[in-house]
């Protein structure tokens, strides 16, 4: 196993050039899907990397048993055995430092999905009121759009402030762009990357790149059903001067806080052409085939340590 259980840790460093080049040269719909796949791939693998080093940190805690085992022993203490731990990459520090690191890792995620769960059931709590339509115009004076996922409850949520400061046509184009969201499930993209970005810090990029290509794509959706793409650029520049934004991250909203210049000069360009998978001979398909191969490279090297560690454990604890 040796150092190369520590390889997931830093390979998603590979995936930050994908990153920006994704969002400029990819559609957004690729760029999302790749982008997202790459980060939970390489988030599960670092955290179980942090899961087989805590193992090895688990002989530094005291009450371990001595080194000085007998094989007959009923009691299963063979972990201690210098043998044993020759085999695996034990490193004092780092095995007690990865017992609290996975411990934060775990409270992260279990708070983000805590709030994200909290934050829905709320929002569907408040709007249990209203009649049960696809769209929940609020009459509030805080400007506010966002797309609502709740399976056969998927609503848009808007107010009557961000109304009144859209046309008609932009208000299409604010209904156009809430529905591709939902259409496409982009809150399980972002509440993926998110997660992603909670288990491993490297990961950061990329959770900033999806919301922004999630969005992008709803941008996309909304000018073909609008059928002008200055319509939803207007929309946007107009939403993004008095929207506040979404009440959590991984809810998507028509003027989500992020690079709006970026979206509105996109939509003010040409259409960006379909295609599933970048060619090796450009900028961007090189990117993505290092982070590719990155993530390859990630989940072979856990997977390995992963059986590896299992059988020292089943040699070492003979019950």
Request: proline letters at 9%; a positive charge; aromatic letters at 6%.
């Given at each position: 196993?040796?150092?190369?259980?520590?390889?997931?840790l830093?390979?998603?460093?590979?995936?930050w050039p994908i990153?920006r080049?994704?969002?400029?040269?990819l559609?957004?719909?690729?760029?999302?899907?790749?982008?997202?796949?790459?980060?939970?791939?390489?988030?599960?693998?670092?955290?179980?990397?942090l899961?087989?080093?805590?193992?090895?940190?688990?002989?530094?805690?005291?009450?371990?048993?001595?080194p000085d085992?007998?094989r007959g022993?009923p009691?299963?203490?063979?972990?201690?055995d210098?043998e044993?731990?020759?085999?695996?990459?034990y490193?004092e520090?780092?095995?007690?430092?990865?017992?609290p690191a996975?411990?934060?890792?775990?409270?992260?995620?279990a708070?983000?999905l805590?709030?994200?769960g909290?934050?829905?059931?709320?929002?569907h709590?408040?709007?249990?009121g209203?009649?049960g339509t696809?769209?929940a115009?609020?009459p509030d004076e805080?400007p506010?759009?966002?797309a609502l996922?709740g399976?056969r409850?998927?609503r848009?949520?808007?107010?009557t402030a961000?109304l009144?400061c859209l046309?008609?046509?932009e208000?299409?184009?604010?209904?156009a762009?809430e529905?591709?969201?939902?259409?496409?499930?982009h809150?399980r993209?972002?509440l993926a990357?998110?997660?992603?970005?909670r288990a491993n810090?490297?990961l950061?990029?990329?959770?900033?790149?999806?919301?922004?290509?999630?969005?992008?794509w709803a941008?996309e959706e909304?000018?073909?059903?609008v059928g002008s793409?200055?319509?939803?650029a207007?929309?946007?520049?107009?939403?993004a001067?008095?929207?506040?934004?979404?009440p959590?991250?991984?809810?998507?909203g028509?003027?989500?806080p992020?690079?709006?210049p970026?979206?509105v000069a996109a939509?003010?360009?040409?259409?960006p052409?379909v295609?599933r998978?970048?060619?090796?001979?450009?900028?961007?398909?090189?990117?993505?085939?290092?982070?590719a191969?990155?993530?390859?490279?990630?989940a072979?090297s856990?997977a390995?340590?992963?059986?590896?560690?299992?059988?020292?454990?089943?040699a070492?604890t003979?019950l």
């Amino acid at each position: 196993m040796g150092v190369f259980v520590f390889l997931p840790l830093v390979l998603p460093l590979t995936a930050w050039p994908i990153a920006r080049l994704a969002e400029q040269h990819l559609h957004p719909r690729t760029a999302t899907r790749l982008l997202t796949g790459v980060a939970v791939v390489m988030a599960a693998c670092s955290t179980v990397c942090l899961g087989l080093v805590m193992v090895v940190g688990t002989a530094q805690l005291p009450g371990n048993p001595p080194p000085d085992f007998v094989r007959g022993d009923p009691q299963p203490d063979g972990w201690s055995d210098p043998e044993v731990r020759a085999a695996v990459p034990y490193d004092e520090v780092v095995g007690k430092a990865a017992i609290p690191a996975l411990c934060a890792v775990v409270v992260a995620c279990a708070r983000t999905l805590w709030r994200h769960g909290r934050v829905r059931r709320h929002a569907h709590r408040a709007l249990s009121g209203l009649p049960g339509t696809g769209v929940a115009v609020l009459p509030d004076e805080v400007p506010y759009a966002y797309a609502l996922p709740g399976g056969r409850r998927d609503r848009v949520v808007v107010t009557t402030a961000l109304l009144d400061c859209l046309e008609p046509a932009e208000r299409r184009a604010l209904f156009a762009h809430e529905r591709a969201h939902l259409a496409a499930r982009h809150h399980r993209y972002l509440l993926a990357v998110q997660l992603a970005a909670r288990a491993n810090p490297f990961l950061r990029p990329l959770r900033t790149a999806v919301s922004y290509t999630a969005e992008r794509w709803a941008d996309e959706e909304a000018a073909k059903a609008v059928g002008s793409r200055r319509t939803v650029a207007c929309a946007i520049g107009e939403a993004a001067l008095v929207s506040r934004g979404t009440p959590l991250a991984t809810l998507a909203g028509f003027a989500a806080p992020g690079p709006v210049p970026r979206r509105v000069a996109a939509l003010l360009g040409p259409a960006p052409p379909v295609r599933r998978w970048p060619s090796l001979f450009t900028s961007v398909g090189l990117a993505a085939w290092c982070a590719a191969a990155g993530t390859a490279a990630s989940a072979m090297s856990s997977a390995n340590s992963a059986v590896k560690m299992v059988l020292i454990l089943r040699a070492a604890t003979p019950l």
